[in-house]
């Protein structure tokens, strides 16, 4: 168990354009949570599976982000016509329980 | 809606220099919070879980401690490799309510930085 893993690290793409990041969680956690942090702020969630059930969106999830969780393993989080506002770290945790969750190292993205 | 609130935003110790960091929380019912550490480019690692009013838990040189408004951070005789944001966050329902899955709120952080 290597902890929740996250792809890329860093993505730097330009105004328009799609990106995907992928979170690998941890094997046998069936809850999977994505949120996004911008600098000096704490995360702020985005949403949520449990197994391959999308259960809770946030408001902040405009209909330009989408997020799958196929099988119930790993999830990706899609943004499209990507804006200079979507620039943040994107999270991704993991958990079995209500005991806390496991972060992943994220995903920077800075949109140019 | 629920909000937290961290104090100081950032804090400089000498090594040795002892403090407490506050997370303090207006939510409907004491329902449970949690701590994290984040260091830079990471992200946030699990700290402590505190459930209910009174509960302590201790880890190495950090203990934190609950009441019903607010939660400290104590850091005793700290080191420079404690250096880091130490992040606090409330759940939408009690800890123990079995109510399943939940969104955190976080507050801002303290960006912690122990001068050697």
């Known amino acids: 168990d290597t902890g929740v893993s996250q792809n890329p690290r860093h993505k730097i793409t330009k105004r328009g354009q799609n990106v995907t990041f992928r979170c690998d969680p941890i094997?046998?956690?069936?809850?999977l949570y994505w949120y996004r942090q911008t600098l000096g702020q704490g995360p702020e969630f985005l949403t949520y599976?449990?197994?391959?059930?999308?259960?809770?969106k946030s408001r902040l999830l405009s209909d330009r982000f989408s997020a799958e969780r196929p099988k119930g393993s790993f999830s990706t989080l899609e943004i499209q016509r990507t804006e200079q506002g979507d620039s943040a770290m994107y999270l991704c945790?993991?958990?079995?329980?209500?005991?806390?969750?496991?972060f992943g190292s994220g995903t920077r993205l800075t949109v140019v | 809606e629920d909000q937290v609130t961290q104090s100081p935003e950032a804090l400089r110790l000498q090594e040795g220099e002892s403090s407490s960091l506050n997370c303090s929380y207006t939510?409907?019912?004491?329902?449970?919070l949690f701590w994290y550490r984040q260091d830079p480019g990471k992200g946030p690692e699990f700290l402590f879980t505190?459930?209910?009013a009174g509960e302590e838990k201790e880890k190495e040189r950090l203990k934190a401690t609950l009441t019903k408004k607010e939660s400290f951070l104590h850091i005793t005789a700290p080191k420079p490799e404690d250096s880091a944001t130490y992040l606090c966050?409330?759940?939408?329902?009690?800890?123990?309510?079995?109510?399943?899955?939940?969104?955190?709120?976080f507050g801002k952080g303290t960006k912690l930085s122990v001068i050697p």
């Open positions: 939510v409907s019912g004491l329902r449970g």
């Open positions: 966050a409330v759940p939408p329902f009690r800890l123990d309510s079995g109510a399943g899955s939940y969104q955190l709120t």
């Open positions: 505190l459930y209910s």
């Open positions: 599976f449990q197994n391959e059930a999308q259960l809770e």
């Open positions: 945790a993991s958990s079995l329980s209500e005991n806390g969750y496991t």
């Open positions: 094997s046998e956690h069936n809850r």
